[in-house]
């Protein structure tokens, strides 16, 4: 005898899975995404004008070496970029500015790309003049948060791609009913996790690592602010047939309309006033504030070191931990490294570990030791030797190295007579036999 067979019941309450109620609502879900096809696929224009923006901004850059001379590039990035210091004493325009500029055409290329990606579905969904004011907002916020990054010189639009991304998330959120879970996952689970990932995880990367040559603090401000935009700002999709597919909860007043359209007009304003007030500074690097140093003995004799900025040790081309020994990483053999303000890098070591010692090292090397202080060696670079067998090269943007000598004025050894001196033999580079003296090729000079 066989028992009747049971009806399996349904993982979602009482619904069976032929309930016509889950039916509907699935085929309603599949018509509002067909919809939202369509909606996502017309052509926005705002996006691509701030891409060719951007696009424009890059090509200034990249020919800056022509118009601007030797280091126009760098002295570009230092006008406009993001630096707090500058910022706190008035320069609030670099708030903006700094989002137009990026470091590379790698940088650019990152970021105009996740714009066009991600920009379009956020014009098409919230209109041109609500889409800038998510822009805006984004690209503000992220240079906020970029403030408590007292490091490098901070530049790229990244903070404003990051905000495409909460406001996506966002979107989602305010849809998520409507939606089926393919796109409740592309909308809302994928672009949280996205932005959450890149932004947490590289900051506590960042913490464990001693690095910061990525922004994260502004990914994650413009994160926060684009999905704050988004979140208020009244949603304008239109399906198949033109029709809103979110319609208001109140009527749209044609003030609260005129006004968004006017404060966008001003924000854009303010956006492209920044950009031209950056240009401003083409001729006057920011100012460096002094940097401290202290004296300690090493093999007998006096070494003077900076103390107000981060002490670490080069592994491969970066400065890697902190609070470092001097002494101790000079005994062993390591670069010291000291990170300077808006991304310059102070090395200290033996000449043979940082030159290829050739003719035109030692007779820079003569200059720097007759001189007593630093001698530029090529560009981007300049050198001290100090304390008989050690040199500093201090390396960083072209327009702020003789900023950077200056500020470090309180290394620069003591006068010529005292122990500090150093000699430099052109025959460092190629020792004589043992049997006989080394004559040096050419002139000597000794302090």
């Given at each position: 005898m066989t028992s009747p067979p049971s009806h399996p019941s349904s993982p979602r309450g009482d619904q069976a899975p032929g309930d016509p109620a889950r039916e509907?609502?699935?085929?309603?879900?599949?018509?509002?995404?067909?919809?939202?096809?369509?909606?996502?696929?017309?052509?926005?224009?705002?996006?691509?004008?701030?891409?060719?923006m951007l696009l424009l901004v890059g090509i200034a850059q990249e020919t800056a070496e022509q118009w601007l001379g030797d280091g126009g590039a760098a002295l570009m990035l230092l006008s406009g970029g993001l630096i707090p210091a500058r910022?706190?004493?008035?320069?609030?325009?670099?708030?903006?500015?700094?989002?137009?500029?990026?470091?590379?055409?790698?940088?650019?290329?990152?970021?105009?790309?996740?714009?066009?990606?991600?920009?379009r579905p956020i014009e098409s969904a919230f209109g041109a003049t609500r889409f800038w004011w998510v822009y805006f907002a984004a690209a503000l916020a992220g240079s906020l948060a970029s403030l408590s990054n007292a490091g490098a010189v901070s530049v790229g639009a990244s903070g404003a791609v990051?905000?495409?991304?909460?406001?996506?998330?966002?979107?989602?959120?305010?849809?998520?009913?409507?939606?089926?879970?393919?796109?409740?996952?592309?909308?809302?689970?994928?672009?949280?996790?996205?932005?959450?990932?890149?932004?947490?995880?590289?900051?506590?990367?960042?913490?464990?690592?001693?690095?910061?040559?990525?922004?994260h603090r502004a990914h994650l401000g413009g994160a926060c602010g684009g999905f704050a935009a988004a979140m208020l700002l009244a949603l304008r999709l239109r399906g198949l047939g033109g029709?809103?597919?979110?319609?208001?909860?109140?009527?749209?007043?044609?003030?609260?309309?005129?006004?968004?359209?006017?404060?966008?007009?001003?924000?854009?304003?303010?956006?492209?006033?920044?950009?031209?007030?950056?240009?401003?500074?083409?001729?006057?690097?920011?100012?460096?504030?002094?940097?401290?140093?202290?004296?300690?003995?090493?093999?007998?004799?006096p070494l003077t070191v900076p103390t107000t900025v981060r002490t670490g040790v080069l592994r491969g081309n970066r400065c890697s931990g902190e609070l470092v020994d001097v002494a101790w990483a000079l005994d062993t053999d390591r670069i010291v490294c000291f990170e300077l303000p808006l991304g310059g890098l102070l090395l200290l070591g033996r000449p043979t570990q940082m030159l290829s010692m050739d003719e035109a090292d030692v007779e820079v090397m003569g200059r720097a030791t007759a001189t007593g202080g630093f001698v530029r060696r090529h560009r981007r670079a300049m050198l001290m030797p100090v304390a008989?067998?050690?040199?500093?090269?201090?390396?960083?943007?072209?327009?702020?190295?003789?900023?950077?000598?200056?500020?470090?004025?309180?290394?620069?050894?003591?006068?010529?007579?005292?122990?500090?001196?150093?000699?430099?033999?052109?025959?460092?580079?190629?020792?004589?036999p043992r049997p006989q003296p080394v004559t040096p090729a050419g002139p000597r000079s000794r302090r």
């Open positions: 509907r609502d699935a085929f309603e879900r599949r018509i509002f995404r067909a919809h939202l096809a369509a909606a996502f696929g017309r052509r926005p224009w705002l996006v691509m004008l701030l891409v060719g910022v706190f004493a008035g320069e609030w325009w670099r708030l903006l500015a700094a989002t137009a500029l990026h470091q590379s055409w790698t940088h650019l290329l990152v970021n105009t790309v996740g714009l066009l990606l991600l920009g990051f905000g495409m991304l909460g406001a996506m998330v966002a979107l989602g959120v305010r849809l998520w009913p409507r939606l089926t879970p393919g796109l409740q996952r592309s909308l809302v689970l994928m672009p949280a996790g996205v932005a959450l990932a890149l932004g947490l995880l590289g900051l506590m990367l960042d913490e464990v690592a001693g690095t910061t040559a990525v922004d029709e809103l597919l979110v319609p208001p909860r109140r009527p749209a007043s044609p003030r609260i309309a005129s006004a968004l359209r006017v404060g966008a007009a001003v924000a854009a304003a303010f956006y492209l006033g920044s950009i031209a007030r950056a240009t401003l500074q083409l001729g006057a690097p920011p100012l460096i504030e002094p940097i401290g140093a202290t004296t300690l003995t090493w093999r007998d004799r008989g067998e050690l040199l500093f090269v201090l390396r960083g943007a072209e327009p702020l190295l003789d900023s950077y000598s200056r500020v470090l004025a309180p290394i620069t050894p003591p006068p010529a007579g005292l122990p500090n001196a150093v000699t430099v033999d052109r025959a460092l580079d190629q020792p004589a």
